[in-house]
């Protein structure tokens, strides 16, 4: 075992193979069934699977102040970090997982402050604090070519970014390129994730934020996938309106962009404020203190980019807009700049573990 | 403070219900008390984090089921129960209380699941008893986490690292229970007491008026607070004992184990696959002469009565695949000599015991799911099934010692879960639960899964008997 990490999460889940009480869970117990040791990428691989529903710390009899000291939702959300540094590419920006939360929201502020200053520089203060009506307001305060240009190169560089992410750690968990063409894996790794499967602990829900069951998380979760989907579907639809139909926004409230965006947008604030509630009423024990400030700013970070985006909805029509609009594009300037490298890449390796578990339960079958 | 309130508890009160012990039967018993309308106080000997007594570290139950369920693959009818516990008690039971316990756990499960349990569907690695016994979702911690909620929520008054050290009793009548508590000694006066305080199996100084100095090399598998303090209590004021005091459950388990609360991780299964010997190095007991589940409970008692109470199995590589992983990793060597070195054995002997082994080994099909035939030959002990030679390095090595589960000595009890006293008459308002009532049913032996619904049946009869009498002790003054 080649770090600290490495051998915590080899000797907990070694103790809870030689015990199993807690298979009904999820699915980190019946995958550790299927080994009687461990390797580096099946610790890294179980790491990732795990969906920290803390189910099997409450009930674990060897939880501290046991002498064999289990906290397995610890354990392996701390071998997730190290995993989340040596899959990021490129492996330059491995260091930007220490001190994240921090690094996020300076990055963020630092995005805003940018925008908002070229704008002034470039537009003008007459322009920037100026009422913009009818078709291509938007674009009278920040110019097509300055809004598309870099959001374009800077969506291929995410893409690119997660992308490589998701085959390091497909390699690292020991994926072979065979098992990443299965068809019916995808398909049932797609349907857990849809599902949120295993923050059900077995159908009763997670042990959060507290020791009782509580599906409260699951839907949250639920509500800021979906919420971020609905975002996405209104970026792309409106991509077309202005591309194809050569309409560009802004649309009228009743246009399938802006009642996407509206109800993905306030689908996030729900999702992430109910998140970020729970996570300040949590039980510290079975988390990792070195991912708090990581997880909150990602989760703030999606809050105050839907109500920036909300809000320059509702005051469009007013002199506000530019600001607002300036605002709200260097909010998701920072959300993109820091996906690959933030607490967003737990969706795609999750992905990837999902995934190399259905091969492994398909195998087991047959 | 004379009769102030600590931790939520009111001295100065009379409580209906004083439950002794915070395991399973004890919650059980304290739920349904407070279910029938009582003012109910439980004091745990534990603290908060160790809560729970044995049933912390049991996974199932078994009750009477007329069909399958969400998590139970077909029925389990009186019968084939009867047999199961006739079999395994070699009879050595209450016939009576043993049939009323079968009747009486007739779809436990359903209270069970209405007081907070949360049942795991049938699924692999649950030891074939998918049919007949229940498994708790997370195991019996989580039992004991669901039913302290529910005991809360409905009222019961919890005070943990409350060790009941005294009973008042007056003509096999109860009147105040006297705990300590916080450094301090406190009595407390209640209507009813259910004692369901375990065993003493966690008493090493008790358990050395049978075993001798060899008790200090036992490990208690359970809890370190079943000290058997109440039962001591009970049977020194008059309580009818029941059940040898000279048996307990003993397992061989990883010698390696902590003293204490190991629980389950430190079974081992290698047993029937390899050969054990005792210090000197010498073989003392047939290790192929059935399946090791049936077989796990004797050994248990046979490392007990070796030198300084320590055996060794030793595998060799065929081996090592065969059986669950264990908790602690095997001592490897890549030949018998070496491997006596590592163990602190006499090489010299137990290359001999080995060399012995293997020519007296007769070819046969090995089948690890099988009672084989494979088996020795004019050897003494013999090895009935799965005898292969050791002769493929490198070698695995796993030190054994006793053991302890539970103890089977208890205080007779009757159908109302009342305690006989030894004039034969039911102690009218002194109910036990649990294990320390379990000796009545389990004579010897034991049935996975069992103890627990011994502890649940119990534990409700006794919290309903407790206020049956409250209240009508209560309309007659």
């Given amino acids: ?366 | 403070m004379t009769d102030g309130s600590q931790n939520g508890i009111k001295l100065s009160k009379i409580y209906d219900v004083l439950i002794v012990g915070g395991g399973n039967a004890a919650l059980c018993a304290a739920i349904t008390a407070r279910e029938c309308g009582a003012e109910v106080l439980l004091l745990e000997s534990a603290p908060f984090v160790f809560r729970g007594g044995n049933s912390r570290h049991t996974r199932n139950l078994r009750y009477l089921h007329g069909s399958n369920n969400s998590h139970l693959t077909g029925p389990y009818l009186e019968e084939e129960f009867w047999d199961d516990l006739m079999r395994v008690t070699g009879g050595k039971t209450n016939q009576d209380l043993a049939r009323f316990t079968i009747r009486a756990s007739s779809n436990l499960g359903a209270w069970m699941i209405q007081h907070g349990c949360k049942f795991q569907p049938s699924m692999r690695g649950t030891l074939h008893l998918s049919r007949t016994n229940a498994f708790f979702l997370g195991g019996g911690k989580a039992l004991m986490n669901a039913y302290y909620a529910t005991a809360e929520r409905l009222g019961v008054t919890i005070l943990y690292e409350a060790e009941v050290v005294d009973l008042t009793i007056q003509d096999d009548r109860f009147t105040a229970a006297t705990f300590e508590s916080g450094g301090g000694r406190q009595t407390v006066e209640a209507r009813a007491v259910v004692v369901a305080s375990g065993g003493f199996q966690a008493n090493i100084d008790w358990l050395k008026e049978y075993w001798g100095e060899a008790a200090d090399n036992f490990i208690i598998r359970g809890t370190p607070y079943d000290k058997g303090r109440l039962l001591r209590v009970l049977l020194d004021k008059g309580a009818k004992a029941v059940g040898d005091p000279r048996q307990c459950h003993a397992v061989a388990i990883d010698a390696r184990a902590p003293k204490f609360d190991g629980g389950i991780v430190t079974r081992l299964d290698c047993v029937s696959f390899g050969i054990v010997v005792n210090k000197r190095g010498e073989r003392f007991y047939d290790e192929g002469e059935d399946f090791w589940p049936k077989r796990y409970a004797i050994w248990g008692r046979l490392v007990a009565q070796q030198p300084d109470q320590i055996a060794y199995s030793i595998i060799d590589a065929k081996s090592i695949d065969l059986f669950m992983p264990s908790v602690f990793p095997p001592i490897e060597a890549d030949s018998i000599g070496a491997m006596a070195e590592k163990l602190m054995l006499d090489p010299a002997a137990l290359t001999a015991t080995v060399e012995t082994f293997n020519s007296a080994v007769r070819s046969g099909t090995f089948d690890a799911a099988e009672l084989d035939d494979c088996v020795t030959e004019g050897l003494t002990p013999p090895k009935s099934h799965w005898a292969r030679p050791l002769d493929t390095p490198p070698f695995y090595g796993y030190p054994l010692r006793p053991g302890i589960t539970f103890t089977y000595l208890g205080v007779t009890v009757n159908e109302r879960a009342q305690v006989i006293m030894q004039n034969n008459v039911p102690a009218p308002n002194i109910f036990a639960a649990g294990e320390i009532m379990a000796g009545n049913i389990l004579g010897q032996g034991y049935m996975a899964g069992f103890g627990m619904t011994v502890g649940t049946v119990f534990g409700r009869i006794a919290g309903k008997e407790a206020v049956r009498y409250v209240i009508e002790n209560l309309k007659g003054s």
């Fill in chain 1, 1 to 366: 075992m080649s770090s600290k990490t490495l051998k915590e999460a080899d000797r907990v889940m070694t103790i809870c193979n030689a015990c199993r009480y807690c298979e009904g869970f999820c699915a980190v117990f019946p995958a550790m069934e299927l080994r009687r040791t461990f390797s580096e990428p099946d610790l890294k691989y179980l790491a990732n699977l795990c969906h920290n529903c803390r189910g099997c710390y409450y009930a674990c009899q060897y939880a501290p102040p046991h002498e064999f000291r289990l906290n397995i939702p610890r354990a392996l959300a701390e071998l997730r970090q190290e995993t989340y540094r040596e899959s990021s590419w490129p492996q330059a920006m491995k260091g930007f997982f220490q001190n994240n939360g921090l690094l996020v929201s300076l990055i963020t502020a630092l995005s805003i402050t940018v925008v908002l200053l070229l704008t002034l520089l470039f537009q003008g203060h007459d322009v920037l604090f100026s009422i913009h009506r009818g078709e291509g307001a938007f674009y009278r305060v920040i110019p097509y070519a300055a809004m598309v240009v870099p959001f374009t190169v800077l969506a291929v560089v995410v893409i690119v970014g997660l992308g490589k992410g998701f085959v390091n750690l497909w390699r690292a968990t020991g994926g072979t390129t065979e098992d990443l063409m299965s068809g019916s894996a995808h398909r049932q790794a797609i349907a857990d994730v849809l599902k949120l499967k295993y923050l059900d602990g077995g159908g009763y829900g997670c042990n959060y934020p507290d020791e009782r069951f509580s599906m409260i998380r699951r839907y949250f979760h639920h509500t800021v996938f979906y919420g971020f989907m609905l975002c996405l579907a209104s970026t792309t639809v409106a991509f077309f309106y202005d591309h194809l139909l050569h309409r560009p926004a802004p649309y009228p409230f009743w246009s399938w962009p802006v009642v996407l965006g509206f109800l993905g947008g306030l689908a996030l604030l729900v999702g992430t404020g109910g998140l970020l509630y729970l996570k300040q009423q949590m039980d510290r024990e079975p988390a990792t203190p070195e991912t708090l400030g990581m997880d909150v700013a990602f989760t703030v970070l999606l809050f105050l980019t839907s109500l920036s985006g909300l809000l320059l909805l509702c005051l469009r029509s007013t002199a506000l807009m530019g600001t607002l609009l300036a605002i709200h594009l260097g909010f998701v300037l920072g959300l993109f700049i820091t996906m690959p490298y933030g607490k967003f890449v737990h969706g795609v390796y999750r992905y990837a573990a999902l995934l190399k578990n259905a091969v492994e339960q398909v195998r087991e079958k047959i």
